[in-house]
């Protein structure tokens, strides 16, 4: 098979369609190798990326694979001829194998040796499916709602303010991720990834994200596609229980032997059942405060970790694709743009944008009483009229008073309280004009953008709700960010405040064996444990832990 790349397609061939994508991708493909399209057996997208570097020149560039008609043969022939012309590097040989999960060692022989995953977010769901597709049987345990009554809690508090500290957008099926927009794009690099990418299409993602530069699922099909992988771990032989919360591990010896859950049955009685287990995947998820205060209390080894906090920017998506996307802006073949942006300051601090959603929403992401939290989604056609993006400054271990471990968390609720008493209560969240914001004084109104926050806003001053040393680093750097997206510091942009879970503030610290440094047996994993930043990368480290247990259950046999 060849593989080519940086074929340019111009606008004016594209019409938003798949079939018309398609189309121009095999006469430009064609064009460039000198054939006849009839000599394309097969023409594989697998790579797709907007170019908008120079205003007026907008285009997309596509990594293609082909097979040719004659087969391998021909393959070597053409190569010969391109390389009798001119040396093109960008048109190779490929042969890649698949990604393959470790073969199957059959069922635990004796009981408590089936192992535990302990959240369903991406890293435990990942975990879990790699687990029993190598038929371990593993119990997966997601103190939420499986993904369709998730949705139904979701809607009910955004609708309400009535919060369920058990089932919210951070917690349940699928994690923090399955509300956040679902984009899978990573600057991590794993062989897995394609394994993954492939894994959300069989569950009912769209087929795109396997070529999409900035690939993204949208939190309306998210629940349908991880409640998909959820019965997938249930045929291969796991079991999944939602509703059921880890209230304590028994670590004796140095290793783990038991964990307590407590769950809801079916008469919604809560039982708490003690379950024999001498392998633990720790999956929480970075907002599984409690979690964190248990493995203290246990001696798990944590250390503090640098993290982020900050509000949420909100702009007209208009004026984003026409900064962005010139004279172009509105092709259907570009869709809404997507920024990334960051600033280092001369101060040593730096700020950034985080999980941008263009045509998106902010959302009221707590998972405790007395405490606003935002975050930000989109739908999978991304036709909201604003973009928004997190604006987060970091927050370093030293800018942490004493030496708790948990110092971090501690903050990030007293912000999230702040947050809670600047908006009045109810989960309503403070806002503030980025006009006003840059001058220190508070708002009474907004402007052209009006906040998408579902539990409403209350105009104010976001400032105080931070640390000084966040809210000054955000002041310095919308002006800085401006330089390279024009229009960032609209006076009438929004912000809304806080953002405070970007990122976990502890790390469960772990070895080079996947397994926690103070008690065997026990494995950290995904963003809540410290050792991932993403969809993608959770994902994939839940497929690499997988991979080290069952190994050593292999070893046993």
Request: contains cysteine; charged residues 25%.
């Amino acid at each position: 098979m060849l593989e080519i790349s940086g074929i340019r397609i111009a606008l004016d061939q594209l019409d938003g369609s798949d079939a018309a994508e398609l189309t121009a991708c095999r006469r430009a493909l064609a064009r460039k190798l000198r054939i006849g399209e009839k000599d394309l057996a097969t023409v594989e997208r697998r790579r797709r990326s907007i170019d908008a570097r120079r205003h007026g020149d907008a285009h997309l560039t596509f990594t293609l694979r082909a097979e040719l008609s004659g087969g391998a043969a021909a393959e070597r022939g053409l190569l010969a001829r391109l390389a009798r012309r001119h040396a093109d590097r960008n048109v190779r040989v490929v042969d890649e194998a698949p990604y393959r999960l470790p073969d199957p060692v059959g069922a635990p022989a004796r009981p408590g040796e089936r192992p535990v995953v302990v959240g369903a977010g991406c890293a435990g769901l990942f975990c879990a499916l790699s687990l029993a597709r190598a038929g371990l049987e593993p119990l997966l345990v997601e103190r939420g709602d499986d993904a369709t009554r998730r949705a139904e809690v979701v809607a009910a508090h955004n609708r309400t303010g009535v919060l369920d500290p058990e089932s919210n957008i951070q917690f349940g099926v699928g994690g923090a991720g399955t509300f956040s927009d679902g984009k899978l794009q990573t600057g991590t690099r794993s062989p897995a990834h394609r394994l993954i990418l492939e894994t959300f299409v069989a569950a009912g993602a769209q087929r795109e994200i396997l070529w999409d530069a900035k690939p993204h699922v949208g939190s309306d099909v998210l629940p349908r596609v991880v409640s998909e992988i959820v019965r997938e771990i249930e045929e291969a032989g796991g079991e999944v229980r939602c509703r059921c919360r880890m209230t304590d591990v028994d670590v004796t010896g140095g290793r783990v032997r038991s964990v307590t859950l407590a769950g809801t049955g079916s008469d919604g009685a809560m039982r708490e059942e003690r379950v024999a287990a001498s392998c633990v995947v720790l999956a929480c998820g970075h907002s599984a405060r409690d979690v964190f205060e248990l493995l203290r209390e246990r001696g798990v080894a944590l250390e503090r970790k640098t993290f982020a906090m900050g509000v949420r920017i909100e702009h007209l998506q208009a004026d984003v694709d026409r900064a962005l996307y010139g004279a172009a802006a509105g092709h259907p073949a570009l869709g809404a743009a997507p920024y990334k942006l960051s600033c280092h300051l001369p101060s040593g601090r730096s700020a950034f944008s985080f999980c941008m959603c263009p045509g998106g929403y902010v959302v009221s992401a707590a998972s405790e009483p007395g405490g606003v939290c935002t975050n930000g989604m989109s739908l999978s056609d991304r036709a909201g009229t604003n973009a928004n993006a997190g604006l987060l400054a970091n927050v370093f271990p030293d800018d942490l008073p004493g030496d708790d471990v948990l110092a971090g968390v501690e903050l990030q609720r007293r912000c999230e309280r702040a947050a809670f008493a600047a908006g009045g209560g109810d989960f309503v969240a403070p806002a503030q004009l980025v006009g006003d914001f840059l001058r220190g004084v508070g708002s009474s109104a907004g402007g052209r953008v009006q906040p998408t926050y579902p539990r409403g806003v209350a105009w104010g001053d976001v400032a105080p709700c931070l640390p000084d040393y966040v809210s000054e680093t955000l002041r310095a750097a919308i002006p800085q960010m401006a330089r390279h997206l024009h229009g960032f510091d609209a006076a009438d942009a929004v912000l809304t405040g806080v953002e405070t879970r970007s990122s976990s503030p502890v790390r469960v610290t772990r070895g080079d064996d996947g397994q926690s440094v103070s008690v065997r047996g026990l494995w950290p994993v995904g963003e809540g444990a410290g050792y991932a930043g993403g969809i993608m990368s959770a994902a994939t480290d839940g497929i690499l832990a997988a991979e080290k247990i069952v190994a050593e259950y292999a070893s046993r046999t």
